[in-house]
């Protein structure tokens, strides 16, 4: 009889997260029988996650602090139902060494590296050392145990640095500074931000790199001692460090800079005996000929090692997509003690790229939006990781993202296409996301060139900015709000055209307000079952139109169409409507249509010199007294959201007549924070 090895059954896993990832992962459980567990917050308790699990467990109210970061709550929960195996997902505890410490002690598989390896490779302090050790090149900088040293090693290190939260995440706790003065400001904020979103306030230093592309390397390790790459992703388009657009491969590594990368990111993952997924980052200056390179004295085809995420990364499907491999199945493979059973990464092949969906205005410098969503569909050439469906509820508590789209085909011009026109047909109304945003990024000529560094968003930030619809898209979607009202108006068992029974014979006037501007629409029944509408001075006649669900379409001919225009024109359209409120979706562009009161009422005036709340959010600081004269610019209220802090600054010159909040205060979007006026002379 042959010996069997000895590994762990894994019958039951209990996902210590939400959303997207957490049913990313017991897709995969489900797919390998494994019974799957929720824990979820009272915010959560009807999400797509939760109904997806077979059993599910509440662990406290919505505040994270208070249930997916509570460790007992979530061991309670695996007691309970028997879970023999705990999946962390991103985010939260996945890269709590404290966490993964007590999983295991509980008698629990935790599906990642030991703690031990967890707590080596956390803090970006102690993995820059050990990278170091390695012979990994590291960012240039300040990596030492003595905060009070900082100030003065800045200097040493020469501006442009960024103070960094060794245990930081997700883009937060971070900080350029330019010059000396603005030191001491940064690195009293992003001690508190730190502290406030890891519960670790200690900082480090690193040269500031002014062009640099974000590359990184999936590695896996097993419990046998062999540890692989699969090659890397670029992350490059990111807004506050955090990124948006991930690929795979990258325009910017051929095969031999691959192997170095993938060379250096082994050494690091078997210097530490590393198992489980986990991505080693680095950035590589996006120019070698820019003084970047020339000032670290780096030679061609260098590139600097950031940290290691010892968890499954949200973009890790680009990897999936472009080597085959399902990393969840990895990552449980190698908890049940297996072997990898393969020792070098394929090829890449293809191209895969994925977008984050996020409930957030990239207009309003990407502050995050709320709301519900009323509907959600993703065309099915493309993979969809999503966290949200009809219904959900988009509230402040937790990240802004709703999911990934992700696209894979032959090239990476196809990949970028195929996903660019699924954007355009996603729907998602109920609420302002990225959506067109990423779009138009995915079409932009430089993006399409492979043209990357992570000032992209920045650099491009004008011609990637919303331009008003035009007044024929708005037309179109007009039409389209005012039909599916008619239809519904009518119930199902009318929609045959003739005689527009319910169109009485009187023109029907309606105001909608899209943005700040309004549109009037007249409409009425003309001969034949054809409606008239008269929008901007212009006459479109609709001989048809059929409604299904949200999905519309209608026939238009246009009186006074140029020659060569088709006479009649199908226009389909996705619509909704909630309260007064219609989401049309058409040709990529969502339109909102607020339908006007007949008789406006009249709406408080604006405040002059107020100033209010961006986005909903805690106060944290008050920067100024009443009374005190500021300059146009002067910050004046600090707001946290989202674990991000943002700067309310006075528009002009003048004097704080009120302070409406105080420290600690949590405020909604709108709220007015705050009067200036001029000062009379
Ligand atoms: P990745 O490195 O996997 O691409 P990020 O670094 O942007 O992704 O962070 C992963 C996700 O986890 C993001 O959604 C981020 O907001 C969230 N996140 C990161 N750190 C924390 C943390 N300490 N607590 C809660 N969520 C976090
Ligand atoms: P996080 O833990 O938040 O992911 P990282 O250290 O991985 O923090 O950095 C996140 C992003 O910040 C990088 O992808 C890059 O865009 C930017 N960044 C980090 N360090 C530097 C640096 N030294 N110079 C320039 N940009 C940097
Ligand atoms: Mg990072």
New binding site residues.
Partial sequence: MGSVPALSGIDKILIANRGEIALRVMRTARDMGIATVAVYSDADAVAPFVRFADEAVRIGPPT?RESYLVINAILDAARTTGADAIHPG???LSENARFAEAVTEAGLVFIGPPASVIRELGSKQGAKRIAQKAGVPVVPGYHGDDQTELAARAKEIGFPVLVKASAG???KGMRVVRKASELDDAIDRARREAAS??GDDTLLLEKYLERPRHIEIQILGDTHGNVVHLNERE?SIQRRH??VIEEAPSVAIDAERRAAMGQAAVALGKAVGYVGAG?VEFIVPANQAEPDSLHLGAPDGSFYFLEV?TRL???HPVTELTTGLDLVREQIRIARGEALGYDAAPPPRGWAIEVRLCAEDPERDYLPTTGTLLAVAVPDTVRADLGVASGSEIGIHY?S?LGKIIAHAPTRREAAQVLRRALDQTWVPGLVTNREHLARILAHPAFLAGELDTHFLDDHAGELAARPPGLDRLRVAAIAATLHGIAARRGPDDLAPPGWRNVRGAAQQVTYKVGDSEIQIGYRPAPGGTIDFEIGGKTTHVPRFGVAGDELWFVEHGGQSPPGMPRHHRRQARVISSADRTYVLSEGLGVTLALQPRFPEHHAQAIAGGLVAPMPGKVVKVLVELGQSVLAGTPLVILEAMKMEHTVRAGDAGTVRALHVAVGDQVDTDRLLAVVTSSVA
């Fill in positions: 994270a991103y985010g939260f995440g997700g883009g979103a890891f992350c955090q990124k991505t995420n990364q949200v973009e990240d993202m």
